[in-house]
């Protein structure tokens, strides 16, 4: 993985500080070229991988790299799945067992397993998870995907409820069929690490916030810390500046000095924060692990 | 209390499940689930340890609980509460409480004779921003509100569709009970019952039978008028937002899940650290880390409170308790009746005396 990802929460309104920020963004990233003078900005400066969830403006992003080989040579996405908000309105619209037969291909045993209201095999219940992968991946085929994320509140919900063999079929369902890494994003990353081990995945790659000031490492920033420095996971910083609290610098050099950090992800829109922080993972954080 | 705390989450559907996770994430408690419908249980049922049953008597038959967490169609929050406090169990109930306000009150008695922990789940009151305001509010460094917007929009519902039970009136669905509720709590927390609701509109827009925007006005005796207005049929906003502006007679505050803005004219020595001018707190830096993040820190704070309160055998809720959901469930009942009628509901509100105007000379004291 690269020192540096971008990601795109500003792409898409979220903010965590701003409702009135957020707006903003959204008005100003509804067109994709804003989206695309954005990244290019960051591919200029040699930030090369987009940490993206598999949201539908996405599949406009991924036409203009598809469309451009020779200058995207070397861009990569790292798809952040699934974009829960379609899953969400599916569910109001046609209740649980509607929603997933909605997304499954319609002549299919799957299909047909959900519509004889009988319990669901086991082998039938990753089927149907592998089929919500790949539909999610579509928009990225043959483009480079190194590393396949699963979305925090996907992650979470999981762990809580301890259906912690999903997290497993996702893991094997991305190696197996993509060759690639399977990555988590929690926010909860000592009680995450925990439940990988059990499920027999070493040194996963988790994604999650780290910051001096502890802004929402949820099991404590102890925890945290200790999990860094005992070598079993791979970890990918996220909110690196808790939302604006810390100074960049303090921020970087801080996250720098840490072990186990692999990665920091980034979001912005200006060429000056795009290229103010990537002169900080320079000066502090050097080449590639 | 060094036992685990034993909590049987009923209701599987969207706040459920959250909920689920949540309360099974707790170090202190032991987790069991209940959920009449197919396939989530199923599904479930294959893949996690915790019992599971279909049927809520048999639940309460079969296990030895301290606690449930009701997140059932709104129709049934009455019942299966009675019948958990009948049993000396503790209950976390989500909103809307009940639909027959009298159950409410009736149930909010029936916790406190027996002493239990009953709070229901208006997580607003547990969101940073919202909890500075009412702090704010509570200082008087704002003088006297007179003025109050409360407001919530969404993208619930942007088509007409086949409904569910969130669709249908009789079982608690609709733009007031899922979506206005939360702006109505706030506005009791801050102000209690209004002593008059007027101009309320309970409106479909592509639902049948049900409203899907909501608009009324509120009084309080000695306090502010309120504008409400409410709608689920707004996808300019990814999600919920629920806002609340007030003014003051000396200055302004506006508060979101996000921020708190606070305007004052002049500094005030009950709220120090606010000068005059604005002072901006987030949500971010308004808030502690919970035991476990799953969707905002509000959820599983409510949680941690409710949890905390049972373990330590408090005996009552820390907030959110059911008299305040009772306050909101009548408020709603009120603008109903409103809506319906025509007529406005309730007295009209005691206005507060004007603020005296400084004695500026001659004319003046004359007038």
């Known amino acids: ?289 | 209390m060094d036992q685990k705390v034993r909590i049987g989450v009923v209701g599987l559907g969207k706040m459920g499940l959250s909920h689920f996770a949540m309360v099974n994430a707790h170090p202190k408690v032991e987790t069991i689930a209940c959920d009449g419908a197919g396939f989530m249980v199923d599904v479930l049922g294959r893949n996690i340890d915790n019992t599971i049953y279909r049927d809520y008597d048999t639940m309460l038959d079969s296990e030895r609980l301290d606690a449930v967490v009701i997140a059932t169609p709104s129709r049934l929050h009455a019942p299966m509460t009675t019948a958990a406090l009948e049993r000396g169990l503790h209950v976390f109930c989500e909103k809307p409480f009940c639909l027959d306000w009298a159950d409410s009150e009736r149930l909010t008695q029936l916790a406190a004779d027996k002493a239990r922990v009953a709070q229901v789940g208006y997580h607003y009151r547990y969101v940073g921003a919202f909890r500075e305001m009412k702090r704010i509010l509570d200082t008087g460094a704002l003088g006297r509100i007179t003025h109050v917007l409360a407001e919530a929009y969404g993208p619930v519902v942007l088509r007409p569709k086949r409904g569910n039970w969130r669709s249908q009136k009789s079982e608690g669905g609709g733009c007031l009970y899922d979506y206005a509720a939360h702006p109505l709590n706030l506005l009791n927390w801050f102000f209690g019952s209004p002593a008059q609701v007027s101009g309320s509109v309970l409106t479909p827009i592509f639902s049948e039978g049900i409203d899907d925007q909501v608009m009324a006005t509120l009084g309080w005796d000695g306090g502010p008028a309120a504008q409400l207005s409410v709608n689920w049929s707004d996808e300019s906003h990814r999600k919920m937002t629920t806002r609340i502006t007030m003014i003051g007679t000396n200055g302004r505050i506006f508060a979101d899940r996000q921020e708190c803005q606070v305007y004052l004219r002049a500094p005030d020595p009950g709220l120090p650290g606010y000068g005059a001018g604005w002072t901006v707190k987030y949500t971010t830096e308004l808030t502690e880390d919970p035991w476990f993040y799953l969707r905002g820190e509000e959820y599983s704070a409510q949680l941690a409170d409710f949890i905390g309160a049972v373990a330590d055998g408090q005996g009552k809720a820390v907030e959110n308790d059911f008299a305040s959901a009772a306050q909101t469930d009548r408020t709603m009942a009120m603008l109903i009746e409103n809506a319906e009628t025509g007529q406005p509901v309730g007295a009209p509100p005691v206005t507060a005396r004007p603020t005296p105007a400084r004695k500026r000379g001659w004319f003046a004291r004359k007038a």
């Open chain 1, 1 to 289: 993985m690269d020192r540096l990802l971008f990601g795109d929460n500003q792409f898409f309104g979220i903010n965590h500080m701003s409702e009135e920020k957020a707006r903003a963004q959204a008005m100003r990233f509804q067109k994709t070229d804003a989206i695309m003078d954005v990244l290019d900005v960051a591919h200029d400066e040699g930030i090369r991988t987009f940490m993206c969830t598999t949201h539908d403006r996405i599949t406009e992003v991924a036409d203009r790299v598809r469309a451009d080989p020779a200058r995207y040579a070397d861009f990569r996405f790292y798809p952040c799945m699934p974009y829960a908000h379609k899953y969400a309105n599916a569910v109001t619209d046609h209740g649980m067992v509607g929603a997933l037969r909605h997304f499954m291909p319609s002549d299919g045993v799957l299909s047909t397993a959900l519509t004889g209201g009988r319990a669901l095999a086991t082998k039938e219940v990753d089927g149907i998870a592998r089929v919500l992968i790949d539909m999610e991946m579509k928009m990225f085929d043959g483009l480079q995907t190194p590393v396949i994320f699963l979305q925090n509140v996907f992650t979470d919900l999981l762990l809580g409820m301890g259906f912690t063999r999903a997290l497993r079929i996702f893991h094997d369902h991305v190696v197996t069929k993509y060759g690639v890494e399977p990555a988590f994003i929690t926010m909860n990353m000592p009680m995450l690490l925990e439940a990988l081990e059990k499920e027999g995945i070493e040194r996963p790659i988790i994604c999650a916030n780290i910051n001096k000031i502890g802004f929402r490492m949820s099991g404590g920033f102890d925890a945290y810390l200790d999990a860094l420095k005992s070598g079993r996971v791979r970890a990918v910083a996220m909110s690196v500046y808790a939302s604006g609290a810390i100074p960049p610098d303090e921020a970087i050099h801080w996250i720098s000095e840490l072990p186990g950090v692999e990665s920091i992800v980034f979001g912005a829109s200006s060429a000056a924060n795009i290229r103010g922080t990537k002169a900080l993972v320079d000066k502090y954080m050097g080449a590639p692990a």
